[in-house]
């Protein structure tokens, strides 16, 4: 049985990269230390924001291998699953727990827009071949694919699914969820700039963005609102919004990266076809990031 019981916060951390596009390990065991030194309490690997799409399936699990020794049992490691077939995912799902994952994040299959009864039974299946603990990503904005909450109803029996990521972009479906499912699922907002309501509403943790530039922040914004302070919290929300809008956007890779290198904390190497930003685009987030670090609060919680 899945005993998995997740909450808090938890980075989809970037890939870091060389200049010539390369795994860049030494860099990635360098900010994987830096998040959890600074209180978060999981790693999420290639994800959408860690770049999945560009990397291999090799890859993938290299990058999860290098944040298992960071981390060393200090917090667990979960794994982005999202391969476009799912023979492809339960092959890939096996190795991941050959190598020692926590757990998996599953995405829909981004190259084809399932309708719910074939969401679903993928999420079966690909449960089955992993035998490990599942978080949902359900972002119907970027992958049209939305599982509601009538259909979290009929997965409940599945027991290695035990969270759900809610990008639906309405905060309204924190409440929808526990109405319908009550507590069997943790429930993460994955949204950056919903951070707030979502758990306001009820949500038990955060799979953020931005985190991967400012994790103190993000953890006291958290702890903020779980000690129900929500009038320090929502001061500490209010200045980080201009940076949270980074995460909602499709450039949220370029943009978060060229974050991580102001904060000192990364670098701005992306893969093809992506390339960093400029112009107009660079100097509006360059403005963004100069003002956060300038009136940049004491987060001591």
Request: aromatic share 6%; hydrophobic share 45%; with cysteine.
């Amino acid at each position: 049985m899945a005993a998995a019981k997740w909450e808090g916060v938890f980075p989809a951390v970037t890939t870091k990269f060389k200049e010539n596009e390369d795994l860049d390990h030494a860099a990635m065991e360098q900010h994987f230390n830096f998040q959890i030194d600074s209180g978060v309490d999981a790693l999420l690997t290639c994800g959408s924001l860690g770049e999945a799409s560009t990397l291999s399936f090799d890859e993938k699990l290299d990058v999860a291998k290098t944040a298992l020794t960071v981390a060393d049992g200090r917090v667990p490691v979960l794994l982005n699953v999202s391969e476009t077939r799912t023979a492809t995912a339960c092959r890939f799902v096996e190795k991941a727990h050959e190598l020692g994952v926590q757990g998996l994040m599953v995405m829909p299959s981004v190259l084809y827009a399932a309708d719910a009864r074939e969401a679903m039974d993928n999420l079966r299946v690909i449960a089955k071949a992993a035998q490990l603990p599942i978080m949902v990503y359900n972002n119907p904005v970027s992958y049209k694919v939305d599982l509601t909450p009538e259909d979290f109803k009929q997965l409940a029996d599945c027991e290695w699914i035990v969270a759900i990521k809610e990008s639906t972009d309405n905060v309204r479906r924190i409440t929808d969820l526990r109405n319908a499912v009550g507590d069997r699922y943790q429930l993460f907002m994955g949204v950056d700039d919903l951070s707030f309501e979502g758990l306001a509403a009820g949500a038990d943790g955060l799979l953020a963005g931005l985190v991967v530039a400012f994790p103190k922040e993000t953890v006291a914004l958290y702890k903020l609102m779980k000690a129900k302070r929500y009038d320090e919290a929502l001061k500490l929300y209010q200045w980080f919004m201009p940076l949270l809008h980074l995460d909602v956007s499709t450039k949220l890779v370029q943009n978060l990266k060229l974050v991580e290198a102001l904060c000192g904390v990364g670098n701005e190497n992306v893969r093809r076809p992506r390339q960093p930003l400029q112009g107009a685009d660079r100097a509006r987030v360059v403005a963004i990031v100069e003002n956060a670090l300038a009136t940049r609060p004491d987060v001591s919680v």
